[in-house]
């Protein structure tokens, strides 16, 4: 039986040429921990966190890994248990901290999608293939129009006209931190500037409360937006999002920031909300995410996965009715670990990933550029 032998992880952080910011904050950098998980038997196994702060999470993958070595490295949904039961303490039978279960679901996480990638290379099949998928390109959108300081008002709109002549049929654009008279003047210009056959998506980042998300809806529906994603402040609730959907036919998208199905189940059957953006490398892994997905495709909700493209498209790819898409950045300066860190993985071109075939999520780690740019 091939046993978890070792856990490693390895922090990554690339400065940006240019610091940017959303509605909900400001970055001069990107940062990405790599989980290695060795088995008894010598396969390695990858998976990703890009949640912060990584020091944290790295450390809470070091107190984990004594809990799963030794236990069989194929049964994933096993491990995951056994560690998501310690977010639940017990008197006298310990438990992990509250206050850390976002960074502790994200050491779970990542820790999970390396078993995944390992039993992919014992099987000698890819995820997607484990799940029944085909090798189909999966769809993607590209994201851009963060705020740059000193930049114009309609900066995104050169920007992600820029996306749509290199091929994206789809491209979000990331609002809310202006006023929403502004806002609208960057909706504008970016419709005109893609024209009216790309499809176009808004990233609110969590901006607004109810009353002036309605308002911004109603301002920006004129141009056809394909949804609204992350419209509301952090801490309104399912009840709310149904609220908002009634207010405007736009539809809604969220899950990025959910740590389980279960809240995440709440947004889909109580909040309105059309399609689904839970995040395996934030939280809990791609065990979780899939059972995610699986009750999307129940309710009908669309997947598309945040972040990630080339672990993702495995997930999508295993829903032909409800897989919509994955999310990719349109340009290499706004990723560039994503750009820089693989010697193997899949591609992005004309608004869609393509695949390889080879075994677990299909990707090799330049391994001098994560040393270079070690965090």
């Not at 438990?95 to 679901?105: E, F, S, T, Y």
């Not at 791609?286 to 997947?303: C, K, N, P, W, Y």
Request: charged share 20%.
């Amino acid at each position: 039986m091939s046993k978890i032998a070792a856990i490693n992880t390895f922090p990554v952080s690339v400065a940006l040429k240019r610091a940017y910011r959303t509605a909900h904050e400001a970055s001069g950098e990107v940062r990405l921990l790599l989980v290695e998980v060795i088995t008894s038997d010598g396969i390695k196994g990858y998976g990703q966190v890009s949640s912060t702060p990584m020091n944290d999470i790295a450390a809470w993958i070091g107190k984990l890994a004594p809990q799963v070595i030794g236990m069989n490295a194929l049964a994933y949904t096993a491990v995951w248990e056994k560690l998501f039961a310690l977010t639940s303490p017990q008197p006298g039978k310990g438990g992990l901290p509250r206050n850390a279960r976002p960074q502790i679901m994200a050491a779970i996480g990542g820790i999970d999608m390396a078993l995944w990638d390992i039993a992919g290379k014992a099987a000698g099949m890819p995820v997607y293939q484990m799940l029944g998928a085909q090798n189909k390109p999966v769809f993607t959108y590209g994201t851009g129009g963060y705020y740059v300081e000193g930049a114009k008002l309609t900066a995104c709109a050169d920007e992600l006209a820029g996306f749509v002549a290199n091929g994206y049929q789809a491209v979000k654009l990331k609002t809310g931190a202006d006023t929403i008279a502004n806002e609208v003047k960057r909706v504008a210009a970016t419709r005109a500037a893609i024209g009216p056959d790309v499809s176009l998506m808004l990233d609110l980042n969590a901006a607004y409360d109810l009353p002036a998300c309605i308002e911004f809806a109603r301002a920006v529906a004129p141009f056809d937006i394909f949804w609204l994603e992350e419209p509301l402040h952090w801490h309104l609730q399912p009840a709310d999002f149904a609220l908002l959907g009634k207010a405007t036919p736009i539809p809604l998208a969220h899950g990025e920031r959910e740590l389980t199905r279960f809240t995440t189940r709440d947004f889909m059957t109580l909040g309105n909300i059309r399609y689904v953006m839970f995040d395996a490398t934030r939280a809990a892994g791609f065990t979780e995410s899939l059972r995610v997905a699986h009750m999307a495709d129940q309710l009908g909700v669309m997947i598309t996965p945040h972040h990630a493209p080339e672990l993702h498209c495995h997930l999508v790819a295993a829903f032909p009715r409800t897989g919509f898409a994955v999310e990719s950045h349109g340009s290499h300066e706004r990723d560039p670990i994503w750009h820089g860190l693989f010697s193997e993985r899949a591609q992005v071109r004309d608004s869609h990933v393509y695949m390889n075939d080879k075994p677990g999520f299909g990707i090799e780690i330049d391994w001098a550029f994560a040393k270079r740019h070690a965090a």
